[in-house]
């Protein structure tokens, strides 16, 4: 086994970066920190492309730093651990979420498994980590983790598949969980792009009665196979009239601005619908449609640690990865733009083993 030393120097690193704002994504050499006593050295396999990094790329929400190295869906294998790693060793399948550190308490009951709401998490990227740097994301060949925040990936699922669910996966499992999706719910989920089919593969393999809203028919066929009971077009008027109050959950992973009024007037009385998609302006919403039905309007992100696992072992369990197209590196600009098209079936997951290729 390889056995992370002390003082042993940074690790030569090469990875995907938009250089600046409006720079298209080049390859781009950098170091990692030198791996601690607690820290997991990962030999990067695959990493999915998500929506998020792209708003980020192009500085969408704001406070956006460059070099910029993208990426928090991330599949890959153990190549070193530290002396004081318990849990893992070389050769293990392992990923990485949105979130490299939190707040470390020692006692795993203050952490509350919501490490994400914490204002101390450190993201993957763009991000401060607590040494001062900018953290560097997925997008590159290797990360350098403390073993807290390393998830283990099932070993029947596929690592590039397996890539998506470390974003997309827990973004949907952990609001289905938390608003009780299961037999005798209808959930609806507004737009089927990566975290959509996540969502739908998800809601139906816990039990519930399962709806696709997307703007047109044209991805019908794929929806029903990927466990949609029903599937409407919002484009379609009639859509909004025939399924005035029919659901318990509604999840929106749209980040374009939509009519939030018109959608919660599909949920039933106490229904809920929660936001995932982040729009970067604000969204006017009418009160009548909360009001009239006692009806909730909720936000979620992503997931703790431990549910993130818990999402991993439930996929598992129940054989569940994202459909993607694999890519080489060099082609994730024009991936970008093909996502903003909605040109997606349905995570692009980058292969590393073409980042030194020409
Ligand atoms: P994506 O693959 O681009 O999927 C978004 C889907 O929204 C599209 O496939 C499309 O589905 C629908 N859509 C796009 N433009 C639309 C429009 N103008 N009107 C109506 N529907 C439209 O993106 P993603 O990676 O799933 O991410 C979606 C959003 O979630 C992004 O804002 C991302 O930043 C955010 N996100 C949030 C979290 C969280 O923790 N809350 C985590 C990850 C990502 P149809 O073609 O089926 O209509
Ligand atoms: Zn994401």
Not at 260 to 281: E, F, H, N, R
């Amino acid at each position: 086994m390889s056995t992370i030393t002390k003082n042993e120097s940074g690790l030569k690193t090469l990875g995907y970066a938009a250089p600046a704002l409006g720079k298209p994504l080049a390859p781009y050499s950098f170091e990692r920190r030198a791996p601690r006593a607690d820290d997991v050295v990962i030999d990067i396999k695959f990493c999915g492309i998500c929506h998020s990094d792209i708003h980020q790329v192009r500085d969408e929400w704001g406070g956006s730093t460059f070099p910029m190295v993208p990426g928090h869906e991330i599949a890959g294998v153990v190549s070193a651990v530290g002396s004081d790693v318990t849990k893992f060793k070389v050769g293990d399948h392992v990923g990485i979420g949105c979130f490299v550190d939190s707040a470390r308490t020692g006692d795993p009951s203050k952490d509350d498994n919501l490490e994400q709401y914490a204002s101390t998490t450190v993201f993957t990227y763009n991000s401060k980590d607590k040494d001062g740097s900018t953290t560097m994301g997925g997008y590159s060949d290797k990360i350098v983790v403390n073993e807290r925040h390393v998830l283990r990936i099932p070993e029947n699922l596929p690592l590039d598949a397996a890539a998506p669910l470390l974003c997309a996966g827990i973004t949907l499992y952990s609001p289905l969980k938390h608003w009780g999706a299961g037999p005798g719910k209808k959930v609806a989920i507004v737009g089927m792009g990566g975290l959509g089919h996540m969502g739908v593969k998800l809601a139906h393999a816990m039990g519930a009665d399962v709806t696709v809203l997307s703007q047109s028919l044209s991805k019908q066929e794929d929806g029903k196979r990927l466990g949609a009971d029903h599937y409407y077009a919002t484009s379609d008027r009639a859509t909004f009239k025939n399924l005035a109050s029919s659901f318990d959950l509604i999840l929106c992973t749209v980040s374009a601005q939509l009519d939030w009024s018109k959608y919660l007037g599909l949920l039933k009385v106490d229904g809920t619908m929660v936001l995932l998609g982040i729009p970067d302006q604000p969204v006017p919403l009418g009160a009548f449609p909360l009001v009239g039905g006692r009806r909730n309007l909720a936000g979620s992100m992503i997931g703790s640690i431990a549910e993130t696992q818990e999402m991993l072992d439930f996929c598992g369990k129940h054989n569940i990865v994202s459909d993607i197209e694999k890519i080489d590196a060099s082609y994730v600009n024009e991936v970008y733009d093909r996502v903003v098209k909605s040109d997606v079936r349905y995570r692009f997951v980058i292969d590393m083993a073409s980042l030194g290729a020409k």
